[in-house]
């Protein structure tokens, strides 16, 4: 019973996960206490997003294990959340077509709580999300989350194209929350140093691997070695992951293929194939190229 009453609200155990089978993350392991706001840090690309959405089920891991107050989890997202998660993503998930009021109490919040947290919001609670800017739909999301008093808040890039001062008040809510309510949180940030201003411990990611640990108060004094040594440039983002997976495998049957081909055309007498080795990146560009052309038509 003492170890259960010890054990850290979230703990992974050589945590390992991806996309297609490939590892972005490599057997990492974090914990997170109860009150405690912890901060992963990391460039682009270092899998801070996917371990994230790895621990709220979203996304399977790999290998490893992820465990609530001591006890392993394989549930998907939809019953973590039922059962003491709060998240915030950084695409806000906020319903477009619905008053701020509708938004609240559709995620299961409390429209009084999250009054208290964000009084902005009260004037605003007759309008549709999508007319709400882009620091109230933040402020919509994060309070429906934290009105529901969750165990856990895991949130995804807060600060995201908002102004400082809006910043501020978004983590200063993760921060009382934690102080006076006890809730553990996990937010993925890439302003390190305001992160580390309102949290108590930071992990630094890059790689898919966990570089350094180290409490908040300290990560600031030697914030620029570590932006320096750490944070400068982007990591190998996760779709280079998958791309280069993609284009090993292909490559690997095309080789197969070109034996077979060799082995045919030597018992025939004639010639199976012309392509050669050369050629597979004009055929891999092409095809990079059209998807490009595709993500720009979808995005405009």
């Known amino acids: 019973m003492t170890a259960l009453v010890n054990a850290p609200l979230l703990e992974t155990r050589l945590l390992k996960a991806g996309y297609l089978g490939r590892e972005v993350v490599q057997a990492i392991n974090i914990h997170v206490e109860r009150g405690e706001v912890v901060c992963l840090l990391g460039p682009n690309g270092a899998g801070k997003t996917t371990t994230l959405l790895t621990v709220a089920g979203e996304l399977e891991p790999v290998d490893g294990i992820v465990l609530f107050s001591n006890v392993p989890t394989f549930t998907p997202m939809y019953q973590r959340v039922r059962h003491g998660i709060g998240l915030v993503t950084e695409d ?11 938004n609240l109490r559709i995620g299961g919040g409390d429209v009084d709580r999250a009054l208290e947290l964000f009084p902005e919001l009260e004037p605003r609670l007759s309008v549709r999300g999508g007319m709400l800017s882009g620091g109230e739909q933040q ?7 934290l ?38 949180a996990l937010i993925v940030e890439q302003h390190a140093r305001k992160a580390l201003k309102y949290s108590d411990r930071m992990y630094l990611m890059a790689r898919g691997k966990i570089l350094l640990e180290l409490p908040s108060a300290e990560a600031l004094e030697r914030l620029d070695e570590i ?6 440039g982007t990591s190998e983002t996760e779709e280079d992951h998958i791309e280069r997976k993609r284009r090993f495998d292909k490559r690997k049957a095309w080789r197969r293929q070109r034996v077979r081909e060799r082995e045919l055309a030597r018992l025939s007498g004639r010639i199976i194939s012309t392509r050669r080795p050369e050629d597979d990146d004009y055929y891999f560009d092409a095809e990079q190229q059209r998807r490009e052309w595709a993500q720009q038509i979808r995005r405009s």
């Open 92 to 102: 806000r998930l906020v319903f477009t077509k619905m008053s701020a009021r509708d």
């Open 139 to 145: 402020m919509l999301a994060l309070a429906r989350a």
């Open 147 to 184: 009105s529901r008093d969750p165990d856990l808040l895991l949130a995804d890039e807060l600060s995201l194209g908002l102004a400082p001062k809006i910043v501020d008040r978004l983590l200063g809510a993760v921060r009382t929350a934690a102080d006076v309510h006890g809730t553990g």
């Open 227 to 232: 932006e320096d040594a750490y944070l400068a």
